[in-house]
């Protein structure tokens, strides 16, 4: 991270906690100005290593389940591998789209409502790029944590909030259509103020406000974060993929806390196909990775049956916000603000 000074850094760690977070507030937190901190913002996102920022919804409150597609190319150039980008970064329900290396190529997470809808979705993908599509492998994301990333300041776990999205059994909550239109807006920018929102959305500023504190009591907001491109700070993302054994409930908490005390893991994931866990590693140098990768191995080798390393690249996308929900009411002329 040799781009970052230790202001940027804490600037960083203070987005990380709260990436909607008021400029006073953040001035006060920092002990500088509104004036400084907007600076080290703007900064920050000239230089790319803030992209944008994305709300932490949970897709299961809201009745969705995320369907992990890692995904293998072949009879691909450089113009058709951007075609296919164009159409999953414009495609309402992938949340998540990354390069990733080793043995696939990307790495798309789609939004359904059930089974039968992320096969129409995958079907359609498949149907408009049938020659490039060499190979598929399907993860059912059941639910995770994000633990966040304390090593920016080498932060204590403790102080941190760790954030949880999708739950084994999950509560549905009722939203109506303005709910829908403002966490639309706060999908695509987390930091969009109340009033602009207010002015979208066509109702007051503390209306605005106050739905967005209903959002994050009923937890379908779980939190505000910043895009960080990591490739900007020298920072290599890893996704971890374990297959257990003899495994209990208390072996797989021991080795969530295990986890959770390491900085370098900043979220976990619990899955259902051929995978059975997640993890997802950011770290400075590759033998880091390697020497954190072979302590959980040896410490739990009489539960981790196999292990697959994915380094992530590029990250296209980043959205929780299930775009066909849109469809529950008329925004053609909503959408044209954007």
């Known amino acids: 991270m040799n781009d970052l000074d230790k202001y940027d850094l804490r600037l960083l760690n203070v987005l990380e906690e709260d990436a909607r977070m008021p400029l006073t507030q953040i001035a006060k937190k920092l002990h500088s100005s509104q004036q400084v901190v907007s600076y080290r913002i703007k900064s920050l996102e000239q ?22 597609t890692l995904i293998r190319l072949s009879n691909i150039d450089s113009e058709k591998k951007e075609e296919i980008i ?18 696939w190529d990307l790495l798309v997470n789609f939004l359904a409502k059930n089974i039968i809808q992320y096969y129409n979705l995958l079907s359609h993908f498949r149907s408009k790029f049938p020659n490039q599509i060499q190979n598929y492998d399907i993860l059912t994301t059941i639910g995770g944590h994000y633990f966040g990333r304390s090593y920016f300041m080498k932060e204590s776990r403790k102080a941190i909030k760790t954030l949880k999205f999708g739950i084994v059994d999950p509560k549905m909550e009722k939203i109506d259509e303005l709910d829908l239109k403002v966490l639309f807006i706060l999908s695509r920018n987390a930091r969009e103020n109340a009033v602009r929102i207010s002015e979208k959305v066509k109702t007051s500023p503390n209306t605005v406000i106050l739905r967005i504190k209903e959002l994050k009591k009923k937890e379908i907001i779980q939190g505000f974060k910043p895009l960080i491109h990591l490739d900007k700070i020298d920072v290599s993302g890893y996704k971890a993929l374990i297959k257990f054994q003899n495994i209990t409930e208390n072996k797989e908490k021991e080795m969530f806390r295990h986890l959770y005390e390491n900085p370098h893991v900043v979220g976990a994931l619990k899955l259902v196909g051929l995978w059975d866990f997640e993890v997802e590693f950011e770290v400075e140098k590759k033998e880091q990775m390697l020497s954190i990768v072979r302590e959980i191995r040896d410490m739990f080798k009489d539960i981790i049956k196999d292990l697959e390393i994915l380094p992530l690249y590029h990250e296209y996308k980043y959205n929780f916000f299930p775009g066909d929900l849109l469809g529950l009411f008329h925004l053609d002329e909503f959408t044209v603000l954007f």
């Open 86 to 103: 164009e159409y999953l970064m414009k495609h309402p329900n992938v949340l998540w789209l990354v390069d990733v290396g080793g043995r």
């Open 47 to 68: 230089r790319k290593i803030i992209g944008e920022y994305y709300t932490l919804i949970d897709i299961s409150r809201l009745g969705y389940t995320s369907y992990r």
